[in-house]
């Protein structure tokens, strides 16, 4: 199976057949199942330029772009700054600042449990202001482990702890959340990441106020830094 993406598709099966006869000629060379007839063309341009392609192209996808066996790591360190927005029983939601600590743990080279803890205020223009503290414990989801570049989805559940003397009428309050972001990957362990979220109350109690037919929610973004340490988890399962 080939991809085409700026040729005619006639022209790109051409191109792939010649290519492909180019490729078994050699391969065989590279087997002893047959030789050149001069010895010496084993060191020729053209042969020496396609076993530098044959050996590059094992790194690139269909449309060639590098992918790396070795980026990231088994376990995520995360620092984000950000801002969220209240919605809830009280009217116009103000934007205000969050900081968060993660941790991603991936035991599957696309798949990881991913643990938050942050700190963050909510506020209405008027009548409203809190400051909150919660946990989270999400399945998060690395679209493309080979790639600096990669999108991320994630959802789970968690707990939200308002400070004391606040509105709330319980001091924990249970949550679902899900975001998506991107991770784009500095060098092979660093890496800058950018999300976005929406945090869901399961009671309505949030802001001391049971208004309305939804509970509270506040939902924002971050941006922020994150280092990998461990092996890869798409070498995890190779021994050294």
């Known amino acids: 199976m080939g991809y085409t993406y700026n040729e005619p598709t006639d022209i790109c099966v051409t191109e792939a057949i010649e290519k492909a006869v180019v490729s078994l000629v050699y391969e065989g060379i590279n087997d002893s199942l047959w030789e050149f007839k001069n010895p010496a063309d084993t060191g020729n341009v053209v042969y020496k330029d396609y076993l530098i392609e044959r050996d590059r ?3 690139l996808d269909q449309f060639g772009m590098f992918m790396a066996q070795d980026i990231r790591g088994t376990i ?7 801002a969220i927005m209240y919605e809830g029983d009280y009217k116009n939601g ?3 600042e969050v900081y968060e600590l993660n941790l ?3 035991f599957h080279p696309k798949l990881a449990l991913n643990m938050n803890i942050g700190r963050g205020r909510l506020a209405a223009r008027q009548f409203y202001e809190q400051t909150i503290n919660y946990g989270q414990l999400n399945l998060k989801y690395l679209f493309l482990p080979k790639r600096k570049f990669s999108p991320t989805l994630y959802g789970g559940i968690g707990i939200v702890r308002e400070e004391k003397g606040g509105y709330a009428t319980k001091d924990w309050i249970p949550s679902i959340q899900g975001g998506a972001g991107i991770e784009y990957m500095v060098t092979k362990r660093f890496g800058l990441e950018a999300s976005g979220f929406i945090s869901y109350m399961l009671n309505d109690e ?3 106020l049971d208004l309305g037919s939804y509970n509270d929610f506040y939902w924002g973004g971050t941006l922020g830094l994150k280092y990998y340490v461990g092996k890869p988890p798409l070498l995890k399962n190779i021994s050294n």
Do not use: M, P, Q, S
């Open 104 to 106: 991603d743990w991936y």
């Open 57 to 59: 192209n094992i790194d």
């Open 76 to 82: 995520g360190l995360g620092a984000n700054v950000g």
């Open 206 to 208: 949030l802001d001391g």
């Open 94 to 96: 103000e934007f205000r």
